[in-house]
């Protein structure tokens, strides 16, 4: 049974044959792919081992970066992951290795859920709607040979919601398929400042404009946006600055988005502008920020 890297090893070799760039990153994910579209990728061996700290830093990148997050791996609570089922860790899709093969390279695959009590099938209400009136059933009759109430046959036409799979494959039976493609979706989450000198920064941007985000176990820590999106790395100490410093060039060049850092003290040098926190106070606008690093 393959472990964590052979599995990030082979994701990584899949996504560069579909001809993704991809960047890895040891945090809140494990690869980075772009072809288009961006994707975050975490790998686990058992998607149980997902914090939630980590995932929902996943969703906050996801929704700064536009970016699709997915946990991957082998098994989940001890059960192997299936193939082509969409299982949940924290509201991160979760999957095996061969259903992000098949999203990536035919576009969707159906939305087979795992959840508490079976497996279920998000159906796509329009499919529903036409079908029963296609075939000039009534929604009673159709709640009683499925064994459900009229309200929930009501609510499935109404809005994309899972039933239990052995109820869609009788509704299947009477209709064909009317159940909806799985969709990967881009979260809104928001982070808070870890410290006073992230806070300062934070309020220093907002005073030229941007709207800030906080990340955590990221590249970058603060997320600025007003026409364009700014990553900062925001760190105190030179002597962690400078490690930080190449993970973080490296991180922006990929994700083609403009980056400074914001330090108390200047580096002997830096691949990445460095502005200091006190300077910072000079900018009267974005506008002026964004000239000045790029």
């Known amino acids: 049974m393959a472990g964590k890297r052979e599995i990030l090893e082979q994701l990584e070799r899949f996504l560069v044959s579909e001809g993704f760039a991809v960047c890895r990153f040891r945090g809140c994910f494990d690869l980075a792919a772009k072809r288009g579209e961006m994707f975050l990728f975490k790998v686990l061996f058992d998607l149980g081992s997902l914090s939630r700290e980590h995932a929902k830093n996943l969703k906050i990148l996801s929704g700064s970066l536009s970016a699709y997050p997915f946990a991957v791996g082998v098994t989940s609570k001890g059960e192997r992951l299936l193939d082509g089922v969409i299982y949940e860790r924290f509201g991160i899709p979760s999957v095996s290795l061969e259903t992000v093969k098949k999203i990536i390279s035919e576009g969707s695959v159906p939305a087979v859920y795992r959840d508490r009590g079976g497996f279920f099938v998000e159906i796509d209400p329009e499919l529903l709607r036409a079908a029963r009136k296609r075939h000039g059933i009534s929604r009673s009759e159709l709640a009683s040979r499925l064994g459900l109430s009229k309200k929930a046959v009501y609510h499935h036409e109404r809005t994309s919601s899972r039933m239990l799979l052995g109820t869609a494959m009788l509704l299947e ?122």
Do not use: H, Y
């Not at 870890?194 to 970058?220: I, Y």
């Not at 999106?229 to 993970?247: D, G, N, Y």
């Open 173 to 294: 039976e009477l209709f064909g398929r009317v159940c909806a493609d799985f969709r990967p979706r881009i979260f809104e989450e928001s982070g808070s400042p870890k410290d006073e000198f992230e806070r300062r920064t934070a309020s220093e941007l907002e005073r030229l404009g941007f709207e800030t985000n906080f990340a955590s176990f990221a590249p970058f820590d603060v997320v600025a946006t007003d026409r364009i999106t700014v990553l900062s790395e925001v760190e105190a100490s030179a002597s962690r600055l400078r490690k930080r410093a190449e993970v973080f060039r490296k991180f922006i060049t990929f994700i083609e988005k403009p980056g400074f850092i914001v330090s108390e003290k200047k580096p002997r040098d830096s691949s990445v502008p460095v502005i200091l926190r006190k300077e910072l106070k000079k900018f009267s606008s974005g506008t002026e920020l964004i000239e000045t690093i790029s």
